[in-house]
């Protein structure tokens, strides 16, 4: 998502290199987030005869009852600007679920899609929380067991945990919708109910997918999500498909346009979180703000995905601007509270959320959306 900066990669060139979509990224250890509640681990949901997943085993989903927060996870924003402080670094992914406020994590990246330089499959990256390749031909598919178990405690805590492709920085796209059907089916194997060989998080299966696409060309977006929307379906439900659109309306990748995801398959998504910061329709703009979010919540209306609204979590986490105050918050929610369309909050991102104060930003915004 948003402007990003890696400056981290050239201090700690031991690590992967960050793609964040928020600011800078930080390499280093997770620390404690101050959750309340102990998460223990769970095991993924049984496969049925013949291999694959289904949806029947995953948490529901938290958003269709009530409005929530969705946070992203994996870039550590916080830390690139503090590379010294690995203490105030990002949290591990089980602490971060055991923190109530969250209803719904999103990890960050998926940065490249059908990756020549890895043997045709996709690239992650996820900061320092994990930088062990899958195997030696697949050098860019990380295998990840400390978020093989972060998953299994998301689940147990009845988090969905979803895998975002794109952000702000990688080569991704598809060069037609044959490519981007046939990566559908790769998706569906890697991270989700397939079963595929190579799986950076084992037996977990994630609950979705977010299209955070802020680079290249519409091309074959709108395939990839009708064919991942077909998989989801005849797998039963839980899964979830969501977009990170910017606040302009439409958005120069995402759309909706004729040609682009949210222009020819809007009905395939659940829900678009959209960014309102680093932008002219921030949610700090007052009548900016609320043209854009008529916008979006009009395209709901038209059979669409509901809208989470994006917010940072800090004013560093949106350096170009979009921080709301915690005492602008209340105002700005009474604004879209009742409406059929709104969905809840998403913020950029955990680490950033970590030094948002006490209690933090994601606690203030849950008490909001639970009265």
Request: charge should be negative; proline fraction near 9%; include cysteine.
């Amino acid at each position: 998502m948003r402007r990003v900066l890696l400056l981290i990669f050239l201090l700690l060139a031991a690590a992967a290199l960050t793609v964040l979509p928020g600011c800078g990224g930080a390499l280093g250890a997770g620390a404690d987030d101050g959750g309340d509640d102990a998460i223990g681990g769970d095991d993924a949901p049984p496969a049925p005869d013949g291999g694959g997943w289904h949806g029947d085993g995953l948490p529901p989903d938290p958003l269709a009852a009530r409005p929530g927060v969705v946070v992203y996870w994996g870039q550590t924003g916080w830390g690139g600007a503090h590379p010294a402080e690995p203490d105030g670094w990002e949290p591990s992914l089980a602490e971060v679920c055991a923190a109530p406020s969250y209803d719904v994590v999103v990890l960050g990246f998926v940065t490249s899609f059908v990756s020549a330089r890895n043997g045709g499959l996709p690239e992650t990256n996820f900061s320092y929380h994990c930088e062990q390749p899958i195997d030696v031909d697949h050098p860019f598919l990380l295998r990840c067991p400390e978020m093989e178990a972060g998953i299994a405690a998301c689940h147990a805590a009845g988090k969905k945990v979803l895998i975002s492709l794109g952000g702000a920085a990688g080569a991704y796209g598809f060069t037609d919708d044959a490519q981007a059907e046939a990566f559908a089916t790769t998706v569906w194997d890697t991270f989700l109910g397939g079963d595929g060989a190579r799986r950076p998080f084992g037996d977990q299966v994630l609950d979705g997918v977010d299209l955070d696409v802020e680079g290249g060309g519409p091309a074959g977006y709108a395939a990839f999500a009708r064919a991942l929307r077909g998989r989801m379906d005849a797998a039963g439900d839980g899964w979830l498909l969501t977009a990170a659109p910017q606040c302009p309306y439409p958005d120069g990748h995402l759309g909706p346009a004729p040609g682009t995801a949210l222009g020819d398959a809007a009905d395939a998504f659940d829900y678009v979180f959209v960014q309102f910061y680093n932008n002219w329709c921030r949610a700090s703009s007052g009548a900016p703000f609320d043209d854009s979010y008529a916008a979006w919540r009009a395209l709901a209306g038209a059979g669409g995905p509901r809208v989470v609204v994006g917010l940072p979590a800090t004013p560093d986490a949106a350096p170009a601007g979009g921080y709301v105050a915690p005492e602008a918050l209340a105002p700005l929610l009474d604004g879209v509270a009742g409406d059929p369309a709104f969905a809840g909050v998403m913020l950029w991102d955990a680490s950033f959320d970590r030094h948002s104060g006490a209690p933090t930003y994601a606690a203030r915004a849950a008490a909001l959306l639970g009265d």
